[in-house]
């Protein structure tokens, strides 16, 4: 049994040697249905520079990872700054935004200014 990586049974020098609508048509509907309409001008431009960088900043959340991204770097904005995202093969068909968290762990500590006196209350435990 081979250990080589495959995407709905096309391995990954299939998958390059594809064009973006032969890729779209193994994605799921919603992938298929962006990718058939036209990449926006902001997904073209973050591809012609990947083909030029190894890594690329944007905030284009909303764009499915294609064949032609794997093993460049994409630092993706989270809201607050930018979060690299290292594209590897079980990533495609997936969206940026995936990888990127927005939002942080919640620590509960003490109670917070003006708390009333009945939620002041910390058990010992």
Do not use: C, W
């Not at 032969?22 to 926006?40: E, T």
């Not at 997936?94 to 939002?103: D, N, P, S």
């Amino acid at each position: 049994m081979s250990d080589e990586f495959t995407f709905r049974g096309k391995t990954m020098d299939e998958l390059e040697e594809m064009n973006l609508n032969q890729f779209a048509d193994l994605l799921n509907a919603r992938g298929r249905r962006k990718i058939k309409r036209g990449l926006r001008e902001n997904e073209k431009k973050i591809l012609k520079n990947l083909k030029e960088k190894d890594t690329v900043r944007t905030h284009e959340r909303n764009m499915i990872i294609v064949p032609e991204m794997v093993g460049k770097t994409v630092e993706v904005y989270n809201g607050q700054d930018f979060v690299p995202v290292e594209i590897k093969e079980k990533m495609l068909g997936h969206y940026l935004g995936e990888f990127a968290k927005t939002r942080k762990r919640v620590s509960h500590s003490a109670p917070g200014l003006g708390a009333t006196r009945s939620s002041q209350h910390v058990p010992l435990k």
